[in-house]
């Protein structure tokens, strides 16, 4: 088991920032860890993902400009900064990480709420 934990969600108002984080073990460096949201009667779905090397990141349409996914110097966190954020985002933000040689994401957190009031 990987253990991925996230954390940093919240309340807040449109227009306004959150960073939420995602911090896993040091082995999660080699792993590609993307941000999936889920919201009320929706499917989850892939947000951000950035892989092993420089310059793999991936951004969903609705979001690029505004969100921005990244790992800390130790590389056993992954950031997820949103700005500008709309009702629309709001979600259960889940971090979850694709161990090398694997087909799809196969590690999960538990999920951090992100609520963004009109």
């Known amino acids: 088991q990987v253990p991925l934990v996230e954390s940093g969600g919240g309340l807040v108002q449109a227009g306004e920032s959150l960073r939420i984080s995602c911090k896993g073990p040091?082995?999660?460096?080699?792993?590609?860890v993307g941000w999936f949201r889920q919201a009320p009667g929706e499917e989850r779905s892939l947000v951000a993902s950035?892989?092993?090397?420089?310059?793999?990141?991936y951004y969903v349409d609705s979001v690029k400009g505004r969100f921005t996914i990244s790992r800390d110097k130790t590389r056993d966190t992954v950031f997820l900064q949103m700005n500008s954020l709309e009702p629309e985002d709001t979600a259960v933000y889940y971090c979850?990480?694709?161990?090398?040689?694997?087909?799809?994401?196969?590690?999960w957190g538990q999920g951090t709420q992100v609520t963004v009031s009109s």
């Open positions: 040091r082995t999660l460096s080699s792993f590609v």
């Open positions: 979850a990480g694709k161990s090398p040689g694997a087909d799809d994401y196969n590690y």
């Open positions: 950035i892989g092993r090397g420089p310059g793999t990141t």
